[in-house]
């Protein structure tokens, strides 16, 4: 038996101008079956995740050339 998708999330290498992804939203918009397109703006809690995420890898990274 095969599942059902409901959605898709595509997530930008990085943050872009609003009026930057409007061509690329419309195009997702001509895609069969699609319904809506929304964007997400980034905000302070995703720079802060981002940094975050950032900074682990950088540890684990040292702790893996110093060993």
């Keep these: 038996m095969t599942d ?3 959605s898709l999330l595509v997530i930008l290498e990085k943050d872009v101008r609003d009026d930057d992804v409007v ?3 419309e195009s997702i918009r ?3 079956n699609v ?3 929304r964007h997400n703006v980034s905000d ?3 720079s ?4 975050r995420a950032q900074q682990a890898y950088r540890d684990a ?3 893996v050339l110093e060993d």
């Design 4 to 6: 059902r998708v409901n």
């Design 23 to 25: 061509s690329l939203m």
């Design 30 to 32: 001509h895609f069969r």
């Design 35 to 37: 319904l809506q397109v």
């Design 44 to 46: 302070i809690t995703t």
């Design 48 to 51: 802060v995740v981002t940094a």
């Design 61 to 63: 990274l040292m702790k």
